[in-house]
């Protein structure tokens, strides 16, 4: 890992936020292989799994036997999603390494997503995150609709404050602001970043954004040159959606935010065609095509492009 | 048309260069229909077809015809590529309204595409937009590969100027710079607008991105913010691709592109869910998934994204 200010640290969502709305269930071994392709990508962090319950998220039944089957390639920090206490103790005898909860910015959305109101969820953290510290784990805390609400539409940054300062009493190390529906735009993540970094530093911000409308790539780009987000979530080949956002699109691509990033002259490990690579493990069983740019060119028999010279 | 200064021109390039490198026939009919519905979307030009040789662009042979089946709405400016004197006298015959030129910044591309270097592609083009401006004809000359060329890497701003300058000297009313290959980044779009633009006025400047790398809306979005450029070219769905380009993908979407600018902030005329729909003439013989993020947010169900009410 880098230490240069202009390092980007990448979670790859792909196994967790990228197939848990795929309708065809994907077998426990592909799970494993793609972790274990993604381990030698040169991503930072893999979300592998969530201890939700299998009645929610049908796809994601098997974290525990994921979690067993991969093989941990030191550098690489595997985390989980967890809803609660219980799904929390499941991760931690998994041995999940990191731990990403969450909540929302708009009541609609909390409800639908957690059956809970934006205060009841966070009241359901705070022992989430209490006990994954006792354990020494970094928690990282989602705020899920913090730029657009599929039921309540834009969301005034000022609602998303309350949310981060709670997120951080409770002592989260990372605090995520997720575009849940892709409705983000470089106006509004200018005026989310210009409140959020004036009480939390950029080192502990990650944007998690979905790429519904083609924006994620702009948006990304902002906070990385404007703001100095460090810390981008994506998913190998904009895997994902949202089972309560609908036509939410998935995350953005991870092998074209690497290429976008390292274009404008960022620093970024992962390397963008063992990333495509990465994904062949998966592919076979989602029976669409895959929408990022560079699996598209690699697949016309274009190289992956160079890093630009002037960097 | 507005003349308010964040009003942004599209020409939509999808019946020319977004057809152009298909490999299946596109029935005469069909591009009639697709530039019927464009007209229709409220995009200010469409470039109809190229009179280039129906040897060189087999898919285009029919430019007479389709230019002849056309029914034309107030407003919309018809378009035409030329790559000489005969084809702008076949350009004139078809009644197109405004002429669209092509040189390059690099040699190699120019011999590939047109058969003779840079300089010989300007002394053939010299009386082309000659006899077009004593027909009263506006002319726009494009530079390919301004940013990035296949064969010969990134380009130099420098060695983009003189065939800027060349083309403003023969008296073209607006240059377009073109990014072939897809390679273009923010930081390369700002080096060469900062040189172009000390010549020529952003309001006589248009930007021909594609969109190989998914970085064709960020750099859309630097060049409108930050330059004041108010002309993009862009196809329907993301058609396109350069047969002297390998593996380059299509222009950036059209309703893409128009959702981005406005949540920018920017006006827009055309509407993007019209754009999706007058893709659908010519879809069924394309036999290839559609790129656009607008249009598979569509087909999940999703709405068109309303304007941002911060704007």
Known sequence: MSDSPVAVRLTEVGPRDGLQNEPETIPTAAKIAFVNALS?????????SSFVSPKWVPQLADAEEVFRGIERVPGVTYCA???????????LA??????????????????K??????????????????RAR???????GYVSTAFHCPYEGFVDPERVLPVVEELGAMGVEEISLADTDGRASPPRVRALLDRVLARVPPERVNLHLHDTYGLAIANALVAWAEYGIRSFDASAGGLGGCPFAPGAAGNVATEDL??????????????????????????????RPV?????????????????????
């Open 113 to 130: 997503n957690t059956n809970a109101s934006v205060r009841e969820s966070l009241a359901r953290l705070r022992p989430v995150v209490r």
């Open 94 to 111: 998994a041995g999940a390494e990191k731990i990403h909860v969450f909540t929302a910015a708009t009541e609609t959305f909390s409800r």
């Open 291 to 311: 929408a990022s740019r560079l699996s598209r060119a690699l697949a016309r028999g274009c190289g992956p492009a160079p890093t630009d010279p002037a960097f």
């Open 40 to 48: 030698r990508t040169g991503v930072e962090e893999i979300e592998v």
């Open 134 to 140: 006792e354990e020494r784990l970094p928690v990282r």
């Open 81 to 91: 999603l967890v809803p609660n206490e219980k799904g929390l103790e499941r991760a």
């Open 258 to 287: 690497i290429h976008a990033l390292r274009a404008c002259g960022a620093e970024v490990a992962a390397d963008p065609a063992r990333v495509v690579a990465a994904l062949q493990t998966v592919i076979p069983h989602l029976k």
